[in-house]
C-alpha cells in the first residue's frame, strides 16, 4: 500500500462545479497535511496547510479526517484557472522540525475545468 | 525578488555522460532539497541538506550526487551511473524553523538523455 494515496483521475468538470478529492495516507503517526497545486510542466506551489478542525480559503475547504486517515479538499464554483494537478502532501513527524525528510508527495489528482 | 532559481531549464545529455543542475536560493533557507518527478508519479526525495557542508541521502539517491559548500546552492550531478535518469528535477528549500510545511521550489530542470 502507498503512503499517500490519491486517485489520480482526471477530473473533467464543468464551469462552476463544484469538486472534491481524497486523500489517504497510511502512518497513523503523521502530523500535518498539505495540498499543493501543480499546474503543467510547472513547480508545485503550497495551495493551502490542512488544520485538525478543517480550514477554508475562499472556494477552497480542507478537511482532515485522523480517525480514517485522509484528508480532502472541495473546490466550489470551479473556474477554467483552477486546472491543474493536486497534490496531497504528509508529513509523518510534526512539522516544526524544518526538514521535509519525513514529507510523502501523493502522485496528485488531475483536474480539468471545462467552459 | 527572493527565489529559488534552477539552471538549465531543459538538458539534452547523452549516455554515459555525466551532468550538473544548478540551483541557488536567495531565500536565506538553510535547508534544501532535490526531487525527482516521473510522469504520473509524485515527488521523490533524492538528496536534503538542512545545513552547510551538510547533507543527507533521500529514498532514491543511487546515482546521483551533491555538494553544499555555500547557503545559496545546491547543486545536483546526475552520473552516468543512474540507470534512468530521464526526469524532471525539482529543487526546493525551506525555512528551518519553519512550522507551515511550505517547500519553495525552482521551476525544475527537465532532463533527457537520447
Known amino acids: 500500500r502507498k503512503e499517500v494515496e490519491q486517485d489520480p483521475g482526471p477530473f473533467n468538470v464543468p464551469e462552476g462545479a463544484t469538486v472534491a478529492f481524497n486523500c489517504t495516507y497510511s502512518n497513523s503517526a503523521s502530523q500535518s497535511f498539505f495540498w499543493y497545486r501543480q499546474d503543467c510542466r510547472k513547480e508545485p506551489k503550497l495551495l493551502m496547510s490542512?488544520?485538525?478542525s478543517g480550514n477554508e480559503d475562499g472556494r477552497f475547504t480542507a478537511q482532515l479526517n485522523r480517525a480514517s486517515q485522509y484528508i480532502s479538499l472541495l473546490i466550489r464554483d470551479s473556474k477554467l484557472s483552477d486546472s491543474a494537478t493536486y497534490l496531497c502532501v504528509v508529513n509523518m513527524v510534526g512539522g516544526s522540525s524544518g526538514s521535509a525528510r519525513q514529507l510523502t508527495f501523493g502522485s496528485g489528482t488531475q483536474l480539468t475545468v471545462l467552459p | 525578488d527572493g527565489g529559488i532559481t534552477q539552471s538549465p531549464k531543459y538538458l539534452f545529455r547523452k549516455e554515459g555522460q555525466n551532468v550538473t543542475l544548478s540551483c541557488e536560493q536567495n531565500l536565506n533557507h538553510d535547508a534544501m532539497y532535490w526531487y525527482r518527478q516521473d510522469p504520473g508519479q509524485g515527488l521523490r526525495l533524492i538528496y536534503y541538506?538542512?545545513?552547510?557542508?551538510?547533507?543527507q541521502k533521500g529514498d532514491i539517491a543511487e546515482g546521483y550526487s551533491v555538494s553544499r559548500e555555500k547557503k545559496e546552492s545546491f547543486p545536483l550531478t546526475v552520473t552516468s551511473a543512474q540507470k534512468n535518469p530521464t526526469a524532471f528535477y525539482l529543487c526546493a528549500s525551506r525555512s528551518r524553523g519553519s512550522n507551515t510545511g511550505e517547500l519553495f521550489f525552482g521551476e525544475g530542470s527537465r532532463l533527457t538523455v537520447l
Open positions: 541538506s538542512q545545513i552547510v557542508n551538510d547533507f
Open positions: 490542512v488544520y485538525s
